[in-house]
């Protein structure tokens, strides 16, 4: 193949596009798996004491994917303008290595936005909100997490258990075991407060008063929680689940079209 030939310039400028595409895609895919294992919502500790935190592995391997392809697309540019045959097929090489890894990357997390159900975050809540009594230290420290993750949960966002602060009365817990029903219904973190995050009134809480325990609906001071707070735990979840799985396939077809491109092109370079 000639390389002043007219179509070879044309072939040349658009596999120099394409991967000006993939490099400015690794950084964008790198910046927001950053974002994602920054745990802005701070809901780690919920899925680590579920031993399965797979979502925040695939956003790490999407951090070294990202800036993988940043720099591959960067030799590939220069392996498409020298036209070399080895420096291209160093750079399909490691393409191929670092798109193996990217495919994991989504697949793991794609498969886990059908983990984040309401059953598992209940179940969870019931065996170790405010449970001492863990065999081991790994579950001792695990019931600190999830307690301490509730507790901020309930007080800050001003929602109730997972369902519903009927979840307290529904079901038995380790809470329940250690707190009379009369005088802890659930959770005081459920009371509503004031602007000092003092309860309104912890009787009018007790015995359930619209007015003084979290409920969804009515003004800042008064939310109540007869709505759960697994809204706010699955949400953010399942939006880093998708953000890091479907930009993920979206990256890799775009990658998988100027391979073939760049396959083709070192097809047609003579030895």
Same mark, same amino acid.
């Given at each position: 193949?000639?390389?002043?030939?007219?179509?070879?310039?044309?072939?040349?400028?658009?596999?120099?596009?394409?991967?000006?595409?993939?490099?400015?895609?690794?950084?964008?895919?790198?910046?927001?798996?950053?974002?994602?294992?920054?745990?802005?919502?701070?809901?780690?500790?919920?899925?680590?004491?579920?031993?399965?935190?797979?979502?925040?592995?695939?956003?790490?391997?999407?951090?070294?994917?990202?800036?993988?392809?940043?720099?591959?697309?960067?030799?590939?540019?220069?392996?498409?303008?020298?036209?070399?045959?080895?420096?291209?097929?160093?750079?399909?090489?490691?393409?191929?290595?670092?798109?193996?890894?990217?495919?994991?990357?989504?697949?793991?997390?794609?498969?886990?936005? /059908?983990?984040?159900?309401?059953?598992?975050?209940?179940?969870?809540?019931?065996?170790?909100?405010?449970?001492?009594?863990?065999?081991?230290? /790994?579950?001792?420290?695990?019931?600190?997490?999830?307690?301490?993750?509730?507790?901020?949960?309930?007080?800050?966002?001003?929602?109730?258990?997972?369902?519903?602060?009927?979840?307290?009365? /529904?079901?038995?817990?380790?809470?329940?075991?250690?707190?009379?029903?009369?005088?802890?219904?659930?959770?005081?973190?459920?009371?509503?407060?004031?602007?000092?995050?003092?309860?309104?009134?912890?009787?009018?809480?007790?015995?359930?008063?619209?007015?003084?325990?979290?409920?969804?609906?009515?003004?800042?001071?008064?939310?109540?929680?007869?709505?759960?707070?697994?809204?706010?735990?699955?949400?953010?979840?399942?939006?880093?689940?998708?953000?890091?799985?479907?930009?993920?396939?979206?990256?890799?077809?775009?990658?998988?079209?100027?391979?073939?491109?760049?396959?083709?092109?070192?097809?047609?370079?003579?030895?």
């Amino acid at each position: 193949m000639a390389k002043d030939d007219g179509s070879v310039r044309c072939l040349q400028g658009l596999l120099v596009f394409g991967n000006v595409v993939i490099a400015m895609s690794g950084l964008a895919l790198m910046a927001e798996c950053i974002f994602f294992v920054t745990d802005p919502w701070r809901l780690y500790g919920l899925l680590e004491a579920t031993d399965n935190d797979d979502v925040f592995a695939a956003a790490w391997i999407g951090i070294f994917t990202g800036f993988s392809l940043f720099c591959l697309a960067a030799l590939g540019v220069v392996a498409v303008l020298r036209a070399g045959r080895k420096l291209l097929l160093a750079y399909l090489i490691l393409m191929f290595v670092v798109y193996a890894f990217e495919m994991a990357s989504c697949i793991t997390a794609a498969t886990q936005q /059908d983990f984040f159900t309401p059953n598992l975050f209940l179940r969870q809540m019931l065996e170790r909100y405010q449970n001492q009594s863990g065999p081991t230290n /790994d579950d001792q420290y695990k019931n600190k997490k999830v307690t301490d993750t509730w507790d901020r949960l309930m007080l800050q966002e001003k929602c109730c258990g997972v369902n519903g602060p009927s979840d307290w009365q /529904d079901y038995h817990s380790a809470f329940r075991r250690t707190h009379l029903d009369a005088d802890f219904p659930w959770p005081h973190q459920c009371c509503a407060r004031d602007g000092q995050y003092r309860p309104l009134s912890l009787d009018g809480c007790k015995l359930g008063v619209a007015d003084y325990y979290h409920e969804e609906g009515t003004e800042a001071q008064r939310t109540t929680t007869t709505t759960g707070c697994y809204q706010l735990i699955s949400g953010p979840l399942n939006r880093q689940a998708w953000g890091v799985a479907w930009f993920g396939f979206a990256i890799l077809c775009w990658t998988f079209c100027v391979l073939l491109g760049v396959m083709f092109y070192w097809s047609r370079i003579e030895p």
